[in-house]
């Protein structure tokens, strides 16, 4: 078996393990197998081993790697900042974005969005205070969004994504996540339906999930080391 497959089922192993430490289902836990800076190889090897949805986080990794790869039952899941220029691309080869955090991004999104295609699937990037990047829609602006991505028929609202700062200590980062989970819980009560909290990395996965993380997005774990 190769090293992808073990670290993959490791992975599994991990995720069930805080399930069951935290009183979650392990079966409502998703395993994003982020792919950015990986050849094609690397998610064809994932692929092989029953891994079916990837992360990226650069539009022109996105598309070689879904050109290469099409009509292999991969999900694409674009998770990197969104640059205006850029959204065409997304609209058109992924299955979800996970960092919308602006307006303007949602509805040239929604706009280019094909026909031809099911309505993207979108979760709003939030800016829970100490983020680590600058991404994110504050708090405080976040209802408003929602109301917007909520309203555009080519979108599917599906739920929140964060960031958090890195940190070792593991109440820390329970702490950043409850606020997502929070913010998610505070647009409910005004309405809408979430299902989905994209939460939790390689570091950090088990605070994520002790606060409600239905979807984990693990690179290093997986793919070993990015850096070189
Ligand atoms: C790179 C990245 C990940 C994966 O991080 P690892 O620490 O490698 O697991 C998850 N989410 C986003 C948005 C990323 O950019």
């Not at 792919?35 to 990837?54: D, I, Y």
């Not at 959204?87 to 080869?93: D, G, K, P, Q, S």
Request: charge should be neutral; aromatic fraction near 4%.
């Amino acid at each position: 078996m190769n090293q992808i497959c073990e670290r993959i089922q490791a992975m599994h192993g991990r995720i069930q393990t805080a399930a069951e430490r935290f009183g979650r289902r392990p079966e409502d836990i998703r395993l994003l197998a982020v792919s950015k800076t990986q050849p094609a190889e690397a998610v064809a090897a994932a692929l092989a081993c029953g891994q079916q949805a990837f992360g990226e986080n650069y539009v022109s990794e996105l598309t070689d790697k879904a050109r290469a790869l099409a009509d292999r039952g991969v999900t694409w899941h674009f998770i990197g900042p969104i640059q205006g220029n850029k959204t065409r691309a997304i609209a058109e080869t992924a299955q979800w974005v996970h960092s919308v955090d602006r307006e303007r991004i949602a509805r040239r999104l929604n706009d280019q969005r094909p026909e031809s295609l099911p309505p993207l699937q979108v979760c709003i990037q939030v800016n829970i205070s100490g983020e680590a990047t600058k991404s994110g829609v504050d708090e405080a602006a976040l209802p408003a969004l929602a109301e917007t991505v909520a309203g555009l028929p080519r979108l599917r609202l599906r739920g929140l994504m964060a960031i958090p700062a890195p940190s070792d200590d593991f109440d820390t980062q329970r702490r950043a996540f409850a606020r997502l989970r929070e913010a998610r819980e505070d647009l409910i009560r005004r309405g809408h339906t979430l299902d989905t909290l994209s939460m939790g990395m390689s570091d950090d996965l088990e605070a994520a999930i002790a606060e409600g993380a239905t979807l984990v997005r693990v690179g290093t774990a997986i793919f070993g080391s990015r850096s070189g």
